[in-house]
């Protein structure tokens, strides 16, 4: 079985001067992967196709993606790419009124199968934040977000416990949150604090955490297994970490967040999952809606 990437992040191909020329991060001097170095590693890790997602907000940002590039690519390699759509809400007026409808519909017209990663740093429930959950909701389409912190450069701002989040989720109940990032995966446990929410808790989850709350509570919150945010957070204590896959594995992703041509740590999550299935403590059907039916029913509705 071929698994779906619901979280990947790609460049078109670039001449070689620009080749050349490009900027790299001075922390770690790539820059994004393009589509023919990808299926590399996606065949390495026996996936089929995977979501691309762009980025138009300007956080955190030496490299833009735009909505158009990110179209381009997925129309040209069909075989390979699903897309999402880069929707910032301080778009046009910026406004909490803004008709985001207009574009959201535009990109849906052209394949876009969803919003995301949604990186701008505001409030969940700011009043722009909030605008574009409304017109999400109205045009059908899921929303991927980052979750960011006060000392991180990017991503949908959230105080420790995620009650922002809670409150969007509560308002647009037919809109489907997926969630994402350090911040979110480290209320996986209650013994996440503010130091250690923006990085990788580790050792036993003695007690459930928020996540596991508000899975529970909202069936409009779905999870994005990517990065090693997701992989730290199932895998740390596996035996809880397959039982939250269990619980709900209806409304649980496999996804890699590739975003540089490497090797990365959480390529382990593919084996990981495979070895609950072999031990019989992640059950076949949870095994394969997290690695492609569940992106599937999302993608393809």
């Known amino acids: 079985?071929?698994?779906?990437?619901?979280?990947v992040h790609v460049r078109q191909y670039l001449t070689k001067y620009e080749?050349?020329?490009?900027?790299?991060?001075?922390?770690?001097?790539?820059?994004?992967?393009?589509?023919?170095?990808?299926?590399?590693?996606?065949?390495?890790?026996g996936i089929e196709k995977g979501v691309l997602l762009p980025g138009e907000s300007p956080e955190g940002k030496h490299y833009s993606v735009t909505n158009q590039e990110t179209m381009r690519i997925a129309k040209d390699y069909p075989d390979m790419f699903y897309w999402f759509c880069s929707v910032d809400?301080?778009?046009?007026?910026?406004?909490?009124?803004?008709?985001?409808?207009?574009?959201?519909?535009?990109?849906?017209?052209?394949?876009?199968?969803?919003?995301?990663?949604?990186?701008?740093?505001l409030p969940f429930d700011?009043?722009?934040?909030?605008?574009?959950?409304?017109?999400?909701?109205?045009?059908?389409?899921?929303?991927?977000?980052?979750?960011?912190?006060?000392?991180?450069?990017?991503?949908?701002?959230d105080i420790l416990g995620l009650h922002k989040l809670e409150s969007v989720l509560s308002e647009f109940p037919k809109l489907i949150f997926i969630g994402h990032s350090q911040p979110f995966w480290a209320?996986?446990?209650?013994?996440?604090t503010q130091t250690s929410r923006n990085g990788y808790p580790k050792g036993p989850i003695n007690k459930e955490g928020r996540v596991v709350e508000l899975m529970r509570k909202y069936p409009n919150l779905?999870?994005?297994?990517?990065?090693n945010s997701g992989y730290n957070a199932v895998s740390r204590d596996p035996d809880f970490g397959y039982s939250f896959l269990?619980?709900?594995?209806?409304?649980?992703?496999?996804?890699?967040?590739?975003?540089?041509?490497?090797?990365?740590?959480?390529?382990?999550l593919a084996d990981f999952l495979k070895e609950g299935k072999d031990s019989n403590k992640l059950s076949k059907e949870a095994y394969e809606l997290i690695c492609r039916s569940n992106a599937l029913n999302l993608l393809e509705r």
């Open 89 to 121: 809400p301080r778009w046009d007026t910026n406004r909490p009124d803004t008709d985001l409808s207009y574009y959201i519909n535009y990109f849906k017209s052209h394949g876009a199968k969803g919003i995301g990663e949604l990186t701008a740093k």
């Open 246 to 268: 269990e619980e709900f594995k209806d409304r649980i992703y496999y996804g890699t967040d590739i975003c540089a041509n490497r090797n990365y740590e959480f390529f382990k």
């Open 187 to 192: 209320e996986i446990g209650d013994d996440v």
């Open 19 to 45: 080749e050349e020329t490009a900027i790299l991060r001075p922390s770690s001097k790539d820059t994004y992967i393009t589509p023919e170095q990808l299926k590399v590693l996606y065949d390495k890790l």
């Open 222 to 227: 779905h999870a994005d297994l990517s990065a």
């Open 126 to 157: 700011e009043p722009r934040m909030k605008n574009l959950f409304y017109h999400a909701e109205k045009c059908d389409m899921p929303v991927l977000f980052h979750v960011g912190t006060d000392s991180s450069p990017y991503g949908a701002y």
């Open 1 to 7: 079985m071929k698994k779906i990437d619901i979280h």
